[in-house]
Nanobody, 126 residues
Framework: QVTLVESGGDAVQSGGSLRLSCEFI????????MGWFRQTPGKEREGVAA???????KYADSVKGRFTVSRDIAKNMSYLQMDNLIPEDTAVYYC????????????????????WGQGTQVTVSS
């Protein structure tokens, strides 16, 4: 059984930075794909960034150059460093994980993940 717990969400001003954390509670963390998604009211959940078990990363075009995804295998943690935040980044951010093998082109797809956290709110004001 896997449980994901996000933290780090906050309210910041445009241009600011935040680091979201995701604690993976379970076994075989090093074998999992980890992803970060976000959702605003009335919109579909969208993939933001992901890191495969082998270290391959993928980013949505809207966050490339501003967000960085990473993982600490020893601590069972995944992180999303968000810099130069803009109001459009305001959303609930979710951590996700999966063992199911997928082509790297699908790393930001919702159906590439089987486990989800409860979400953490990020609010960026102008």
């Amino acid at each position: 059984q896997v449980t994901l717990v996000e933290s780090g969400g906050d309210a910041v001003q445009s241009g600011g930075s935040l680091r979201l954390s995701c604690e993976f509670i379970g076994r075989y963390y090093s074998s999992y794909r980890m992803g970060w998604f976000r959702q605003t009211p009335g919109k579909e959940r969208e993939g933001v960034a992901a890191v495969e078990f082998d270290g391959v990363t993928k980013y949505a075009d809207s966050v490339k150059g501003r967000f960085t995804v990473s993982r600490d295998i020893a601590k069972n943690m995944s992180y999303l460093q968000m810099d130069n935040l803009i109001p459009e980044d305001t959303a609930v951010y979710y951590c996700a994980a999966s063992l199911v093998p997928r082509d790297n082109s699908y790393l930001l797809s919702l159906d590439s993940y089987t486990h989800w956290g409860q979400g953490t709110q990020v609010t960026v004001s102008s």
